[in-house]
């Protein structure tokens, strides 16, 4: 009976560490909750209307009292979320902190539409993305016995957004997401984890928010009609600042205006658009250089009107 009773006591023993050593371990999930908005801006869909748009993203201004790197690290994950899209082409971060510091302008995510109009004119850019990471905040729960321990963490996070019409300042679209991220920590007679604070929470959290309005700034920008401009013009030959890099292949044909006087919203003094006369047609008739940043075009129908530097070139709706 003695001999039955150890065999029992030692299978018992062996089937709890086999237990205990598969709960004696990390498991971590991550969880997307909904806009937190009071009114949740609807999902929209847009036709393609021509090659990639160049975009800049601001360094996301940390309004939450957890850890200076949380802005960054938004505008981090977000300029990724974009980039995979195949739809834009990101311009560098640095190159935009630049030229606000150059312009002496502020190199937040509250940068105000007079700065995106300036930033925009230098770099050529279609939108500039702003935002903020409004909450954020880190929890455990859990228990502690003599046998079994378990510890979970869970990190959520608010991130803000705001696309802005790089000529006209004017706001495109703005959001806010709400993510979570979550960590399991098990651990059986002193084996598994039973680590401190685990930081890969954080990206966790704000990639979940960020995830849930990514695919709504590719259709917001999206549905404003593809455009770049006249760089220069010698003889017969049209210089675009826009080629390959984008996706401005041989052959496309674009509409041409001549821009003329801002017409100015009366009461913000923001840019409506302007006063635009019609050049013509052109077609892409190859690239400008090595970089795949310009392209070299003809007109093949024209008004008889002269095109110039700075003249807008739209993909034909």
């Not at 999902?43 to 160049?54: A, L």
């Not at 696309?163 to 703005?174: I, K, N, R, S």
């Not at 401190?196 to 590719?218: H, K, S």
Request: hydrophobic share 40%.
């Amino acid at each position: 009976m003695r001999d039955l009773k150890q065999k029992l006591l030692s299978g018992w023993i062996a089937g709890a560490l086999v237990a205990g050593l598969g709960a004696g371990c990390t498991s971590t999930s991550v969880r997307m909750r909904q806009p937190v908005t009071a009114t949740q801006t609807p999902q929209v869909s847009s036709k393609w209307t021509g090659p990639r748009r160049r975009i800049g993203i601001v360094d996301f201004v940390n309004k939450s009292s957890y850890g200076a790197r949380l802005g960054s690290a938004a505008s981090d994950i977000l300029i990724t979320e974009l980039t995979k899209t195949g739809k834009f082409v990101v311009v560098e971060r640095e190159k935009i902190n630049k030229i606000l510091e150059e312009q002496k302008l502020q190199a937040s995510g509250a940068i105000d539409p007079r700065s995106v109009i300036q930033v925009g004119k230098i770099l050529g850019l279609n939108a500039i993305v702003t935002g903020a990471v409004s909450q954020f905040g880190v929890k455990t729960e859990g228990f502690e016995g003599l046998v079994a321990q378990s510890k979970r963490q869970i990190a959520e996070a608010t991130v803000d957004i705001r696309v802005v019409d790089a000529e006209t300042g004017q706001v495109l679209y703005a959001e806010s997401g709400k993510g979570a991220g979550k960590s399991v920590k098990r651990s059986f007679l002193g084996l598994g984890g039973r680590g401190g604070y685990d930081e890969t929470l954080e990206g966790e959290a704000l990639r979940a928010a960020i995830a849930q309005f990514t695919e709504n700034i590719v259709s917001r920008v999206n549905a404003r009609p593809w455009s770049c401009r006249i760089a220069g013009v010698s003889g017969e030959l049209v210089y675009l600042n826009a080629g390959e890099g984008l996706g401005l292949e041989r052959g496309a044909e674009l509409e041409c205006f001549h821009l003329g006087k801002e017409i100015l919203d009366p009461t913000t003094g923001l840019i409506l658009g302007y006063e635009e006369a019609p050049l013509g047609r052109l077609r892409v008739t190859g690239p400008l250089g090595d970089s795949g940043e310009g392209s070299v075009a003809r007109f093949i129908k024209t008004t008889g009107a002269a095109p110039a530097a700075k003249d807008i070139c739209r993909w034909p709706s």
